[in-house]
Nanobody, 121 residues
Framework: QVQLVESGGGLVQPGGSLRLSCAASGRFFSINHMAWYRQAPGKQRELVADITSGDSTNYADSVKGRFTISRDNAKNTVYLQMNSLKPEDTAVYYC???????????????WGQGTQVTVSS
């Protein structure tokens, strides 16, 4: 079982920056992909960015050039550096991790509890 603890959300003015963190703990054999999703009120959850175990990254078009995803494998932690924030970035941000509980099992998906990011003046 994998537990995910997110931190770093809050209120920020347009143009500001925030850094989200998500630390994975528990018993697992390996972590595969790590990602951040977000869900704004009345909208579907959408992928913001993801990063593979080989550090390949992928971003939603709306955040390219402003957000950076990274991971620290020694700490089992994924980060999302968010710069030049806009009001439309306001949402609950969720951490997602694909992990293998043991060597012979498939990859399971785990989700954090979500952290609120509000961009407003």
């Amino acid at each position: 079982q994998v537990q995910l603890v997110e931190s770093g959300g809050g209120l920020v003015q347009p143009g500001g920056s925030l850094r989200l963190s998500c630390a994975a703990s528990g018993r697992f054999f390996s972590i595969n992909h790590m990602a951040w999703y977000r869900q704004a009120p009345g909208k579907q959850r959408e992928l913001v960015a993801d990063i593979t175990s080989g550090d390949s990254t992928n971003y939603a078009d709306s955040v390219k050039g402003r957000f950076t995803i990274s991971r620290d494998n020694a700490k089992n932690t994924v980060y999302l550096q968010m710069n030049s924030l806009k009001p439309e970035d306001t949402a609950v941000y969720y951490c997602n991790v694909g992990a293998r509980p043991s060597l012979l099992t498939n990859i399971w998906e785990y989700w954090g509890q979500g952290t609120q990011v509000t961009v407003s003046s």
